[in-house]
């Protein structure tokens, strides 16, 4: 009787245990600055992603591409635009390349790294999108997430199965 009592207990302790080890990294968006997630995409080192938004004065599309790196910091490594003005870079940094290619503005080779980003889903031109996948065939709206005006932050990160199950995975 003892040893069955020790084998159940021994197995629930494990699965707890298990249940808490991080195992999934992930594009994390957490609720403003709380740790409070609300959402995650699972990715791996080196995997990339955008963020697109349509920029409020402009009214047109900015897309900032983004890698993550062996450290599990976001990289980004280009930006695409449409018109200078408010908000928009006019030129490169150090070995930064900046070309007009096809009728838009891209810097290229960036080597900006961020241990998480600090973002507010669009309240007046809410049309940020998340796009992800080899070939950049996988695109979600944030408005099918957040809410719009949401101030979100986002990191890498090793979730664990509760963690997982605390947020929304993000898919399309």
């Known amino acids: 009787m ?10 629930i302790i494990l699965v707890i245990s298990l249940i808490h080890i991080p195992f999934s990294k992930s594009l ?22 955008q963020i697109v938004f349509t920029h409020s004065i ?11 790196t062996t450290e599990d910091d976001i990289q ?8 200078y003005g408010i908000g928009m870079p006019s030129n490169a940094e150090g070995e930064e390349e900046f070309v007009y290619e096809d009728g838009k503005y891209h810097i290229k080779n960036m080597k900006r790294v961020f241990p998480s ?5 669009g309240k007046t031109v809410s049309k940020h999108r998340l796009i992800w ?7 979600v709206f944030f408005n099918d997430y957040f809410s719009p005006g949401e101030y979100l932050t986002l990191q890498i990160k090793n979730l664990s199965l509760w963690e997982r199950l605390k947020g929304v995975k993000i898919s399309d």
């Not at 003892?2 to 159940?8: D, E, H």
């Not at 402009?58 to 993550?68: A, G, T």
């Not at 996948?133 to 695109?139: A, V, Y």
Request: aromatic fraction near 12%; charge should be positive.
């Open 58 to 68: 402009h009214l047109s599309d900015v897309i900032e591409k983004y890698r993550v």
């Open 2 to 11: 003892k040893k069955r009592i020790s084998i159940v207990l021994i197995s």
């Open 117 to 121: 980003i600090h973002i507010r889903n």
């Open 28 to 49: 994390v968006f957490y609720q403003g600055q709380t740790k409070k997630l609300i959402a995650y995409l699972p990715l791996q080192q080196d995997d990339t992603f």
């Open 76 to 83: 980004q490594f280009e930006i695409v635009y449409e018109a």
């Open 133 to 139: 996948g080899e070939n950049k065939e996988r695109q």
